[in-house]
């Protein structure tokens, strides 16, 4: 077995990191797989896909510690049209309600806008996942608080604390100032105001190796002190799980963090939360037209199990509704405490 040291070098490599995931240091634990099995959940089966969530593109304008996609500003992957027609041919042919759109930053694909507006002609809801910033980046974003109003989208934003030096510590210099300005245009159209039907929901990841706290609580904070000073309403906070992958990999194996967070997730492992984790109604669509289970398996190229049906291009409800879940030990990120998705805690 290869050392930490070494295993933690070229971390951008896959393998590497599910090496890590896999070494001897984890085996002292029960693998995730062995917990599943004696629940009576192994295999991990799908239960249809709800979800669509699509990566179009790892360009990012911010370089955050804890993004486990890697993004960043010299990111060249970038979904084409060619794929984006691709993913809406199989949402004119399905039930899928809900078009989760992420990146890097997705308003960054050049037909970011053609393909929501494609979305919305077959009745879909729409998430857009926005870091916020890439409002004020460039003036040809000022408007999406505008765009994102126009075709009723639901957005969902990283402010990692409602404090100045917390969240550009984990994000970036001067991110939290202009988040803050963000998140006043979004409610100056009518997001995440009282009675309004335009949902704004903030993301909380913890920036250190620790789980969340309490998501109901901690939001119930957010919202007193971001409207108190700063007049800012959303609806709800996430409370999201850093996954140990990618770059807060990296950061937990320099740091000499990487045993005490996995004991912590293997630790708190909740049998309950394994019955709603989002892989079971998600399929997760790469920039190059790919299926994964979900966002954080496709960071690892674990592409879902059916060998028939593993891109785009070969898209069969039948047997992606029916799947088997691919499982490693990441996964106990997901299911440690009240549960962890990209729509927060499961429980």
Known sequence: ??????????????????????????????????????????????????????????????????????????????????????????LANSSIKTVD???????????????????????????????????LANKRFHDLPDFFKQHQIEVVSSLPSFTKDRTDRQRGDGVFEDSIKALQMLNVVGYGKDGSNLHLNLVYNPAGAFLPPPQQALEKEYKTELFKTFGIQFNNLFAITNMPISRYLDYLLVSGNYDKYMEKLIAAFNPAAIENVMCRNTISVSWDGYLYDCDFNQMLDLKVSCDTSQHLSNFDHSVLNNRDIVIKQHCYGCTAGAGSSCGGATL
Do not use: Y
């Open 1 to 90: 077995m290869k050392s930490l040291k070494v295993l933690q070098h070229h971390l951008s490599n896959t393998e590497n990191q599910l090496a890590i995931l896999e070494s001897e240091l984890e085996h002292k634990h029960a693998s995730f797989k062995e917990k599943a099995e004696t629940l009576g959940m192994f295999p991990l089966k799908a239960l249809g896909v709800e979800i669509f969530q699509i990566n179009i593109g790892k360009m990012c304008n911010q370089v955050c510690k804890h993004c486990h996609v890697d993004a960043g500003p010299d990111r060249k992957e970038i979904m084409t049209r060619e794929t984006m027609q691709l993913c809406l041919n199989i």
């Open 101 to 135: 759109l992420t990146g890097g930053a997705p308003e960054m694909n050049p037909d970011f806008r053609w393909f929501v507006q494609e979305i919305k002609k077959l009745n879909k809801h729409i998430i857009v996942r926005c870091n916020l910033t890439i409002i």
